[in-house]
Every structure is written in structure tokens, then in C-alpha cells.
């Protein structure tokens, strides 16, 4: 029996229409399903791998040499080949029809708007792969980037990727220690970055970060984004990008073509046990389940506008970058979303006219707070789907989409990371929506949920495990020449299993509910139980913005502590604790009850914007943390520090 109510599904004659529908009809010679049966597409695409990534290439129309095999199995997943003999370019994927079309759509939260057609975007990379060129950037070297979301950050990527380069990127917001703790690992020869950047009519300096990566890599040029950058940072002997990019004129690109274990960029883990992991990730895997995952699962189709609020720090950038392999029109924006007014993104959506809007859990959840109702003062004609990620989507949170956004919507929850730079589970446009969901586990993924023994469960919360190979596997973990952390980080706890580190539930539907990171589980009672289990009861009580839970060791067990920050104005009495502690034991279980629950200010989160569970249960045993740097408010840990509440 289901246990989330259905919201939401496609009509049959819209199904038809889809990406999905168009590459199930298109590769029927191998598996002579149903366009509409996507269970048996699924179980194809896993059991039948040669044929289905050779399809799936076909299907995309991926540029360039795609060789005799497309798959090469093996025990271990870790030595599976995917597409051995291949050679392509992202960037030259990216670029291909490079006419008047608008290619990126750039807004600020200061009311600039630029605008670039794909013709211009192929022009200034031309001229940028010609500027790296002439500092000597060969295929492998890294280029870093402490970059805002903009134009010059795309064009950088693009770039960077056409000569068979390393890009990395930070967002402008991470500290000096941050910064120089991600980038200096990976040893770049060219840093691009901002001088200072705006956030809700503010300006920030972010000179003493730069001068830190300076000091910290053995950088051979730094060129700066800002006209009054040079001066601003004179001893770094630093030139700006409209300077260090005069000489080149536009010219034909010679992409150059490369292997499936090529990198294309190395992504950071947000974690704070340590210095981020130093994730690399392939041009190749990105690029097909990129467009994998755009093309049929989100169903974003040519010249349609689409838009990612993200910032460069975080991979969803990347994967909203692959957009324009779809021949897609990018919005992108960076700011505060609700700057100058709480509508500042849904205007958005009517004024680019934005098919596919992708956000988190917690913007969606702050708009609920605002008491924002699109349906009343927006149009929101173009918008056919809304992917939300970050954090699970509660069923409220979709309740309210439906009743105050759009009824005919697709709203896919969507899940996977850092770690891999795409989906693990997400949307699918033939598949309905039901309330709390993630529709299915995506095209080529053999995801299951198994217990702590690695047995399969069904019914009950469990680990989530990936069992065969996948493309967006990472090539491994820079500096890790032996794959030592790599292999633990993912196939130890389970023998030849990719282990995710999410704690998840399998529905009747064939959908998923996550109920939060496995490492942060709670246990009273020797019961493994999801904080997401509790923030979907405690979300539903109108005096608590947000609020964070971990577990406290006591007493030979483990009992639940909730931290929670009121809505204006309201005071943390002993009523409001009944109510919590109420909804809590009707919603969920007597065990999700916690058994404190404390007022608080401010909840740590990282910089991606999740809040940190990891680090508030270490500050309350009172660890130290080896990687403070990781959080945008570490100062928020001071808050957690030395309860007396929480000694008896």
C-alpha cells in the first residue's frame, strides 16, 4: 500500500513527447519494452549495458570518436571500462551550433543582467584557450577559480576543458584557510578569481583569500575579474581578464579529444573531519550522464530556458553548466535569492520565461516562511518541472508546491552529490509524483537498500548502495596514488558495493524517501532512525523556522537532542515543547521524541548551505573539529558549546 498520495502525472500524449518516451522507442530493437514501461527500460539498462550505453550515446548524439565497445564488464566495479576506445571533448559538446541562440542568461542580485549568445560564448572561449595556451596550460594542468556564478566562470570552465585541463572552483564566500585548503592541494598553474563581490546590496573584499592561495600554491598567473583588481592586489603582479585576453582574437577551437579516464574537474568534499577530499571527476562520465539525466530524466529539450540556483562551489554548477550540451538556454543568478524582495526568483521565472527551475529543500522551504503564493501573483506559464536538492523534501514542502505554486508541475526531488556530480535517484516525466518521493533510481544504476550486514530490506529505512559501475564514478581522489581513501570512502564498508552514505527507504511506488545521511542516523534504543523522519514533523509546527537534530551518547545509549529557532517573536515555554514532542510521537515514533529540546540562534551549516548535523554532535561531546573551515558560520558552533542542559 502506498504511503504518500499521488500529486502529480504527465498525460499520455504528453508522454510521447518526452525525452524518456523518444530513447525508449529508439533502442526498442534491444529491449522491446513499452515506452511507457520504465521499470523494464530500468532493469534493461542495468542487465544490458553494452546495448544501453551504446544507445544512450547514439541517442544524445555525443561528439566524437566513439569506438567498437561500449562497455567492458569485470568482478570488481571499480575495473569496469566504459567505452575503452572513445576519445571527446566536454567543451567541444557544449559548443557545437554556435549561432545567434541566447546561450546564458546572467543575473545578478543587484539587477545586473548580461547576456551571451553561443556564437559570443564560442568566441570568448576561443580567445581564452588561446590566452592559456600562451602561459604554457597543457592537458592536465589545473586552472582554479574562486569565481561568482557569471559568465567568466562558465567561459573559464569551458576553456579550460577544450585544452584538456583541470578546472576546480570555489565560491568567493569560502575564507582564506577554506580556499587555500582545496585549491593548494591540487597544485593549479593559473588562478582566476574575483577581487570582491556583492551579496544583498553588500560588497565583500576577498583580497586576503587570494593573497592565501598565492602564498600557499606556486601559481604562475593570477588574473583578476575587476577593473580595480590589479591595483587593489599590486603585489601579486596579478593582470585582469579583459587585459590578459586583448591580444586573441576569436578562432577556430582545436578541441582536444581525450580518453574516458581524462578528468575534467576536481570537486571538494564539504565535510569538517578533515581537509576536503580532492574528488576527480571524468570529461567523458560527466558529460553522458550529464546529459543523461537533462535529456530524458528532466526532459530538458533544445532552446528551453533553464535555471540552477547555485553557486560555483557547489556541483550543481557544473551539472547545470552541462545544460548547454542540450543546446538549452542557461538563467543563472548569483546573489541572494530573496534579495531586494522575498519574490526576486519567481520574477524570474516569469521574465526569462524558465521551463525548468532547480533549487533546494531550503529555498523552498524559506518561501514557505515568507508565505509566498506564486499561483496568485506570478503566471509561471513555462515552468513544467522544479528539482529541488540538498536536503530531503518533505511532504509538506511538496503540498505546498502543488496547492501555492503549480498544480501541473513535475516536482522531482533529486539525489546524489558531490561524490559522483550527478543522480543517483530524481525525476522521471512518465512516472507520477507522490508526496515525500524521489521517483526512481536513474538509467544505468542498480540501486538497492541493504542493512548493516549488506543484506537487501524492503519496507524499512536502509544504507544506500549502488551495486554495478556507473558512469560519473569518480577517477579517484588527487594525491591518493595507491586509491587507498578512495577505496574506503566507498567500497569498504560493503565488498563491491558503492556505498553512499544515505540513509533511505524503498517505496511500493518504486520511488524512495530519504530520511538523511547515514552517518548521522540516530540510534536510541539500538533503533537506527532518519532526522529527516523528525524535521518532517517539526516543520509542520508554525513557531519553529528550522531546527537540527543529533544524538547525544548517555548513560551506555544514545538519546536524541533537538535544536530548534523560533519564528519571531515566540518563546521556547513548556507548552511549545508538548507541542513539539507531540507531533513528533503522532507523526513519527515515541522514539523520535527527543529528549531535550533547546532554543538556539543560528544552526552551522556548510557552504553549500546544508545544515551540519556532523558538527554540532561532535561540539556537543566537545571534539574538536579538524576542519571548522568548511562551515559558512562556524562561529554558530560557539552556541552548542559546554550546555549545561545537556550534562544531565
Known sequence: MLKNKLLWSLSEQKKKRTGMWQFAESSKEFHNNKPDDYAALHTWSIESPNEFYSSLWNFLEIIGDKGNESFIADADIRKVQFFPNARLNYAENLLQHADDRLAIIAHRDDGTRRVITRKQ?????????QALRSEGVVEGDRVAAIVTNDLEAIIGYLATSAIGAIWSSCSPDFGPAAASDRLCQISPKILLSVSNYSYAGKNFNIRETIKAVAKGCDIKKIILLGEQAVTELSELSGITFSEWLKPF???????????????LVILFSSGTTGKPKCIIHSAMGL??????????HCDLQKNERFFYFTTCGWMMWNWQVSGLAVEATLVIYDGNPFYPEPNRLLNLIDEENISVFGTSAKYIDACQNFNL?????????????????GSPLIPASFDYIYQYWKADLQLASISGGTDICACFLGGNPLLPVYSGELQCSLLGLDIDVVDDSGAPVSGSPGELVCRNAHLSMPL???GDEDGCRYQDAYFDRFTGLWAHGDFVEKCASGGFIIHGRSDTTLNPGGVRIGTAEIYRQVETIDEVEESIAVGQPWQGDQRVILFVILSGGKKLDDSLITKIKKQIRQGATPRHVPAKIIEV???????????????VRDTIQGKVLKNIHALANPESLDLYKNLDTLKN
Open 121 to 129: 560564448l564560442y568566441d570568448q572561449v576561443s580567445r581564452m584557450v
Open 249 to 263: 582574437q576569436p578562432e577556430e577551437i582545436i578541441f582536444n579529444r581525450l580518453p574516458y579516464d581524462a578528468p
Open 287 to 296: 558529460l553522458i550522464q550529464h546529459k543523461k539525466e537533462l535529456l530524458l
Open 373 to 389: 503564493t506564486p499561483e496568485a501573483t506570478h503566471k509561471l506559464e513555462a515552468l513544467k518541472l522544479m528539482l529541488s536538492t
Open 476 to 478: 579517484g581522489f588527487w
Open 601 to 615: 540562534e543560528a544552526i552551522p551549516r556548510t557552504r553549500s548551505g546544508k545544515i551540519s548535523e556532523v558538527a
